[in-house]
């Protein structure tokens, strides 16, 4: 037993000795350094971009170019053009018996209705209105007596000579009218249009009952002499809720014609602006 372990304690160092001892590897051989050259270029030129390339030719058929545009022939200074024929206006017609009937009983805003057919009496009497240097306008101030006859007229302007003496001779071959609807003199301010343009239309009645506006005045007008006291502004007078009733049963009913003439009026004075509801 002695002898086997020797043996085999003998095996185990002759084989770490002889056959598998460890032995140290030599080192391995240095490396050479190696060296990077870093080369930067310039950048290259940018090239330009293709032209595109033309667009195939159209197999369809050429468009048609429009017709020409016929321009009007000038007429030569051998030939002048026409002369233009000048606007003209009929006289209206005179007023019937009817309207001078209730124009010799309507008492309302000193005889509207009287004033007005007087004016339209003396307009038709006058004949046609044609454009040129014989038209224009003529206001008058008048005075009716009583009975109806003439006791005053006169020219407070005209704009033109013929439409003056054609609206006095229309009043001086007038026949005698009707009493004034009060039973006392008429006196008011009339202009007679004699333009192929503008014609005096049937007044609005719809507003007669009620009282006339405050007239104004300039609250800080002064003469630099007197004292100073402030004017303060009438307000307008209420009527009376029943003598109000009365007088709007005594109205006529207006007519589109009236409606029309008024607002001519307004729009020849004040503008587009001024026939706005509640204006």
Known sequence: MAISLALHALVFIGAFTHLGALTDKPDPPAREPMVTVLTIRPPEPEKPAPEPAPPPPNAEAPAVPPPPIPVPEVASAAEPAAPRKPA???APPAPTAEEWAFASTYKLKNSKGYRYTWGQQVRSMMGTAVEGP???MVRFRVEIAPDGSLTRLETLWSTSPVAERLARQAVGSMPQWPPTPTGKPLIFEKTISFTPFASDGP??????????APVFSNPFAWDGKSARVPVQAKPAEKPDPQTLEDCLKQLPKDSIEAEIARDQRLMDQWGWGAIKPGR
């Not at 007044?203 to 006339?212: A, E, G, I, R, V």
């Open 88 to 90: 003209a206006m009929a």
């Open 134 to 136: 014989d038209q224009g």
């Open 203 to 212: 007044p609005l009645y719809k507003d007669d009952c009620l009282p006339d």
